[in-house]
């Protein structure tokens, strides 16, 4: 069965089509230039570039595939969690489309096909594991037993650690998208001259907290003469900061959980420090560390397509109401329902 997979969850449209043998192929637009030009995502700008760029992206993917509609056996679309206008057009589309080529759709969670990406990649992590979720919007900690059973074990209190990147970049100077800006920076930084907190690693538990970092970082910045040097160097202490509290963490819930896999999912989790880091963690610890390929980390719908197709293949189907939802917490999605 072939499975089209559609995402517009924020700033990225996205197509893609998912078989039992693979990923066929995938089609990403980015918005980042455009919103670049106010510092950050425009919302309602977000939903009308969404809406010029998904038929093209779709026709240019079906021809490049020698797919047809004909061929494809249901649609997949990211219904939540996001900014609700580009949801909503994505929603329609795909919808619209089941509807008129006599198919299921199925709404997925943005985050779920996020934790699943890895299984993209030739050497799939199997059920249970550790995810550990950094993108934008989001840094949790997951247990993951199986398609749609999800536990949170540790979630943010506050920013998230890519809003953490982002904030602090654009407090640098960076401009948007920021994250990975101040990551290209703090190579060129020197290590040990500034030393932030590492939030909430002092006492037990899982949640994080990154907006004392950020603010940490201000405070910092704000006292130095502002060389290009100084800048390196603050994004530098930052980025470092951020890959300890994470690693502790990771290290405390693998402990806790028992969980011999780790799986590293999210736009943040293609920084290649905090990449390099937890195979190290993973290498003394003698677990198993997944990551999916830097192009499948951010926004895209290869993770929408392939999360889509298991809960399709699996009888699940969502009627014909149009599903789109700005907050949807993870642990109340659920395994795959059978068509109403």
């Not at 896999?261 to 937890?278: F, Y």
């Amino acid at each position: 069965m072939i499975a089209l997979g559609i995402e517009t969850s924020c700033d990225e449209t996205g197509v893609a089509l998912y078989c039992d043998s693979g990923l066929l192929g995938h089609r990403l637009y980015s918005q980042a230039d455009m919103h670049a030009l106010y510092g950050g995502v425009v919302p309602e700008l977000a939903s009308r570039d969404h809406v010029r760029r998904l038929l093209p992206l779709l026709r240019e993917l079906l021809a490049s595939s020698g797919i047809g509609p004909g061929d494809i056996g249901g649609v997949a679309y990211t219904a939540g969690p996001g900014l609700l206008g580009a949801l909503l057009v994505g929603a329609a589309f795909g919808r619209s489309l089941a509807w008129a080529w006599g198919l299921p759709a199925v709404a997925v969670h943005h985050l779920e096909g996020h934790l699943l990406a890895p299984m993209l990649e030739p050497d799939p992590p199997a059920y249970p594991f550790l995810a550990l979720l950094v993108s934008g919007g989001h840094t949790m900690l997951v247990e993951v037993l199986a398609l749609g059973r999800y536990r949170v074990l540790g979630d943010t209190l506050d920013d998230a650690a890519g809003e953490a990147f982002d904030k602090t970049a654009k407090l640098l100077g960076l401009g948007y998208p920021g994250g990975p800006a101040l990551a290209r920076l703090a190579e060129q930084g020197q290590s040990g001259r500034f030393r932030f907190p590492r939030p909430m690693t002092d006492r037990p538990g899982l949640e994080l907290s990154f907006s004392g970092l950020k603010t940490a970082a201000l405070q910092t910045w704000k006292s130095l003469p502002g060389s290009a040097q100084d800048r390196a160097d603050v994004a530098r202490a930052f980025e470092e900061a951020v890959v300890d509290t994470l690693s502790v963490k990771c290290s405390r819930a693998l402990a806790l959980s028992g969980l011999q896999r780790l799986v590293v999912a999210g736009g943040v989790g293609a920084n290649l420090r905090l990449r390099q880091r937890l195979v190290a963690l993973a290498a003394e610890a003698g677990i198993a560390v997944h990551y999916p390929r830097p192009e499948l980390c951010t926004d895209n719908a290869a993770m929408i397509a392939y999360a889509g197709w298991c809960r399709l293949r699996a009888g699940a189907a969502d009627g014909l109401a149009i599903i789109a939802r700005a907050r949807w917490p993870l642990e109340a999605i659920g395994g795959p329902q059978p068509a109403p």
